[in-house]
C-alpha cells in the first residue's frame, strides 16, 4: 500500500486545492473531482486513495469489500467509494465512520451520499465529502464488487495510492506520479500569489498585480 512521508502530507496540508489543482492543470492533468462532490462534515484531508467499487444490486448484501478494506487500510488512507453518481443512496455512514476512526483513517470521497451525518459530527473527528446527504441505504440497492483497483470518481480516474487533497473548495486528486512535483508548483504559485496581493494591497492596483505576476 502506498504510503507518503509526514513531510508530504503537512505540505500539501498547507497549500490550497485552488493551488494542487492549478499546479496540476500545469502538468496537463486534470485532477479536480466533479463540484457536487463536496465536503459534507469534518475539515481538510490528505492521504493516499483507497478505494472500492460497488454496482447495483437488488440482493441484500454487505457492502463487505468496504468494510474490509476499512479495517485493513493503513493509517492516514482515504477511502474512496466509486458508485457511478448515486446520489440517492448513501454509502457511508457512523458505523463505517467508527471504523474508520478505529483504523485512523484520514476521510472518505464518496461518488455518492453518506448519511448519519449529525452523528459524524457529533461523535467522530472524521471528514467525508460526498454528492449528497441521504438517508437512504444502498442495502438491497447496491454491492461492492471490487475493491483497491482504480475507479472513477467525480469524474476522475483515480488509481489506489493517488494522493487526496479536500478542502471547502473541493476535492483534487493527484497521480502518484506527480505528488512532488505537484507540491513544489503549488508552493511556487502560493509564493507567487502572496507577492501579488503584496502589491495590490500597496499600489492599490489590481491591474498592476495581474500585469506583473500574470495570476488572476
Aim: hydrophobic share 40%.
Amino acid at each position: 500500500m502506498t504510503t507518503y512521508s509526514q513531510d508530504t502530507i503537512d505540505g500539501y496540508r498547507a497549500v490550497t486545492t485552488a493551488s494542487v489543482c492549478d499546479a496540476l492543470q500545469s502538468l496537463g492533468v486534470q485532477g479536480f473531482l466533479s463540484s457536487q462532490i463536496r465536503l459534507r462534515v469534518g475539515h481538510k484531508i490528505v492521504g493516499p486513495a483507497v478505494t472500492v467499487r460497488e454496482e447495483p444490486t437488488d440482493q441484500a448484501e454487505p457492502p463487505t469489500l468496504a468494510l474490509d478494506l476499512i479495517d485493513a487500510a493503513v493509517p492516514g488512507s482515504v477511502v474512496v467509494i466509486d458508485v457511478d453518481g448515486a446520489s440517492e443512496v448513501a454509502v457511508w455512514g457512523g458505523l463505517m465512520t467508527a471504523g474508520a476512526v478505529a483504523n485512523k483513517l484520514a476521510g472518505a470521497v464518496l461518488d455518492a451520499g453518506v448519511r448519519d451525518v449529525e452523528e459524524i459530527g457529533r461523535d467522530f473527528d472524521f471528514t467525508v465529502f460526498a454528492r449528497s446527504t441521504t438517508p437512504a441505504t444502498t442495502v438491497g440497492r447496491f454491492r461492492t464488487v471490487e475493491s483497491n483497483v482504480p475507479v472513477t470518481c467525480g469524474g476522475v480516474r483515480i488509481t489506489p495510492g493517488d494522493l487526496i487533497v479536500g478542502d471547502s473548495d473541493g476535492v483534487v486528486a493527484v497521480p502518484a506520479a506527480h505528488v512532488d512535483e505537484t507540491l513544489a508548483t503549488a508552493r511556487e504559485i502560493e509564493e507567487k500569489e502572496r507577492q501579488q496581493t503584496k502589491l495590490i494591497l500597496e499600489t492599490g492596483s489590481l491591474a498592476e498585480g495581474m500585469a506583473r505576476y500574470g495570476r488572476i
